[in-house]
Structure formats: C-alpha cells, structure tokens
C-alpha cells in the first residue's frame, strides 16, 4: 500500500482529504498529517511516507521549505504541492525540488483523482523496481558465498606449501586467514 502524509493549514481542506478521500481505492493510505511543514517535518522522516501532499503557503514552515529540508535529510519519496496562488514562481520553486506534480486549489476531483492514480502507479513500479534489484543482489551475494565456499573446499583438501603463493583468487579472499592456519599449533 502507498503511505501518503498530508501537510495544510486549512482544517477543512486537510481533514477533507484525510477522511473523506477514498485512499483505499488507490492502494493507498494517509499516515499522518499536519497544519504546517514545521510540525511535519519530523514526522515525516520518522513515518517516511511514500508520498507528501503539501500546501505550497502556511504559517512556520512553508511547504517549499519543508520540500528543501526534507530532501536536504534525504527524503526520496514523491511530494506534491497545493496551492492557491497561482504564480509561477511557486510552480518554478516547487518543482526546483523534485516535485512530482502540483495542483492548484480549489482541488478539481477529476485531477486530484488522476493525480493520486498517477503517483500510486509510479510508486508502485519503484517499488517493483526496488524488489527486482533486491533479488538481484540476493542472486549475486549467493554466488559470490558459493564461489568462497568453493575456494575454501579447494584450499582446505590441497593447502598449498609454505614457499608457494596463494593463487590471486584465493589470496584476496582468505589472505588474512592463512597465516592462522599454517601456523596453528598441533
């Protein structure tokens, strides 16, 4: 399920969104919210949700400062922006820090719908993405135990004598082990 985490100091538009939004049709879920980017920046990293819905304008923190903050703590996820005020320089500002769209207020339900569609599909194929490089890295650690496994069978049926060299292969790999083994009592 996508997290969202959304950020307004309008009451009735956050709590709108929050409780009368149909999340669940999205695959998606609200994780907390906020009246400002001051009182949600740190519950935003603590939840790191996947998406933050913030209004551009509020008292304390602005949302283009909570934006700039949270990327600065390395926050990754998608943010989108609202807004009233439809001058560029917000647009220009929101999207300086990776914004993944923005939505002017009042919020038409056949955007906010296309919109939230959009973002849960494109957090969801990261998350695909994340689980295909995982496994990869899974298959690759797995071969490189059974290689080391291999090497040490190999190693531990012929040591080799003390005036000969490790193979390049095997030196690397247990190098630092050999002295204890050649020169352990008994």
């Not at 807004?83 to 939505?103: H, I, N, P, R, T």
């Amino acid at each position: 399920m996508v997290t969202f985490y959304l950020v307004d100091d309008e009451d009735m538009i956050r709590e709108g969104m929050q409780f009368y939004f149909p999340w669940d049709q999205y695959g998606a879920e609200v994780v907390g919210s906020a009246v400002n980017g001051a009182a949600a920046l740190s519950d935003i990293l603590r939840k790191a949700p996947d998406v933050v819905l913030t209004d551009v304008v509020m008292p304390k923190m602005d949302g283009i400062e909570l934006a700039r903050n949270l990327r600065q703590l390395g926050y990754t996820g998608e943010i989108i922006f609202l807004s009233a005020y439809q001058e560029m320089e917000y647009v220009k500002a929101a999207f300086k820090f990776a914004a993944a769209d923005f939505l002017f207020k009042p919020i038409q339900t056949e955007e906010m719908d296309a919109t939230i569609r959009e973002t849960v599909s494109r957090v969801e194929k990261k998350f695909q993405r994340q689980a295909m490089l995982a496994d990869a890295q899974k298959t690759a650690d797995a071969l490189e135990r059974s290689r080391q496994d291999a090497l040490w069978a190999a190693f531990l049926r012929e040591p080799p004598a003390p005036d000969r060299e490790l193979p390049a292969a095997v030196e690397g790999t247990f190098g630092c082990f050999f002295p204890l083994l050649v020169h352990a009592p008994g």
